[in-house]
């Protein structure tokens, strides 16, 4: 069932190519694609949206059918219904459900790293009970830290979160600076809250729990490029496990992306040179990416 609708917050970045849809992942804002939008405008006209509960975009309860008619609400008004979804992390797989349900229209779909955490066997090399039980771990942790109020001195402290990743990935600080202050929602008392709202982002854990993503993108009836982060990812203090885990996650997701491209061949996979914050850390990369892609892939009529 779908709620009231809610008008989503986007910024054109311009440009008279085929059109291009722009969508973030989970907790972050439409500020992220800031130094990979322009690098499209040449060839496409690009729109990127905040979703939901996220950056100046309206909250409201989260579920599949309301997030992707608030994407179908964006192109009906801006007259373009045949763009072509861009997404990172959710963004991604939310590209590929909204390409789904308009194959007429939609001439493709990228998806730039959107694959949760996958299935158990999915993680070459370690035993699936082993990898069940940290999951359960990596999801209460995520439960536990979602959608909570900032304290006092919050601010400072997300800040400085965002300097010290700036330094550990070498992102600009500004970039990040500018997404973690979109991020910010004023509460009645005053104090502030990073987006979304803690009901509505646990909602969206669950949605994404929900999803059996390589069966999606096996049936999704259109062109599709699926992107990979080849760098490591950041070790995360206190959990001597997870860079184990992470790397064999990456082993799993390169040889299932293998397989699925050798079974269709409208599917592309690049390996991107950078980390899951590919688009703040390598935006010519992924730019090249979606442009090598696009080229490929000729406008459906609306």
Known sequence: MIGEPIELAVHDHGGDGPPLLLIHGAARTLADWAAVAPLLVPRHRVLAVDLRGHGRSPAGTWSLPEVLADLQRVLETYGIPHALPVGHSLGGMLAVLHASRHPDVTPGAVNLDGYGWGRPDQYVG?????????????????????????????????????????????????????????????????????????????????????????????????????????????????????????????????????????????????????????????????????????????????
């Open 126 to 302: 370690l035993d699936p009970a082993y990898v069940r039980e940290r999951l359960i771990q990596i999801r209460e942790l995520a439960q536990a830290r979602t959608g909570l109020p900032l304290p006092a001195d919050g601010l400072r402290e997300l800040l400085d979160q965002q300097r010290a990743t700036s330094e550990q990935l070498g992102i600009p600080y500004e970039l990040l600076e500018a997404s973690a202050v979109r991020s910010l929602r004023e509460r009645p008392d005053g104090g502030l809250d990073v987006g979304p709202r803690r009901e509505h982002a646990l909602e969206m854990l669950d949605t994404i729990d929900s999803l059996d993503l390589f069966a999606l993108f096996r049936g999704a009836p259109v062109p599709q490029l699926h992107g990979r982060a080849v760098r490591p990812v950041p070790p995360v203090p206190g959990l001597d496990w997870f860079a184990a885990l992470t790397a064999a996650y990456a082993r799993g997701l390169a040889r299932d992306l293998a397989q699925l491209a050798s079974e269709r061949s409208d599917v592309t996979v690049a390996e991107i040179d950078g980390t899951h914050a590919m688009l703040l850390e390598n935006p010519r990369a992924v730019a090249d990416a979606v442009l090598a892609f696009t080229a490929t892939t000729n406008p459906l009529p609306e």
